[in-house]
């Protein structure tokens, strides 16, 4: 009986010790997302066609933050209003689309909304 209960005892143990090496190690090597990809992304449909000549809508939102394609790249948002959105993001500031991210709380709808609100 005094085995079990060693054995329980060193196996929580050990699972705490590695759960908070685990959590201390996800903070570390946290990769930080660009806002104004995450922002371009959420403008974007999302159904990842491919049409635009790159993989998917986080490629194409990559592309635009670098300059490398055009507001007019998204075929299937242009009945949506894309390339208009991406003039007013191409337009703004770091320092506002950092605000417009954090405000939104990373949620798409919000990122919306609060674009068409400025």
Excluded: H, W
Aim: proline letters at 4%; aromatic letters at 8%; charged letters at 25%.
């Amino acid at each position: 009986m005094l085995t079990i209960v060693y054995s329980v005892l060193l196996l929580g143990i050990l699972g705490f010790a590695s759960g908070t090496f685990l959590a201390f190690a996800a903070k570390k090597f946290e990769v930080k997302e660009d806002p104004r990809e995450a922002i371009v992304r959420a403008v974007l449909p999302g159904i990842d066609c491919g049409s635009c000549g790159y993989p998917g809508c986080s490629a194409f939102a990559k592309a635009f933050v670098k300059g490398e394609v055009g507001k007019d790249g998204c075929v299937p948002g242009k009945s949506q209003g894309v390339p208009e959105l991406l003039e007013k993001i191409s337009k703004m500031s770091v320092d506002e689309l950092n605000k417009i991210y954090e405000e939104s709380g990373e949620d798409d709808s919000k990122i919306l909304k609060l674009l068409k609100q400025n």
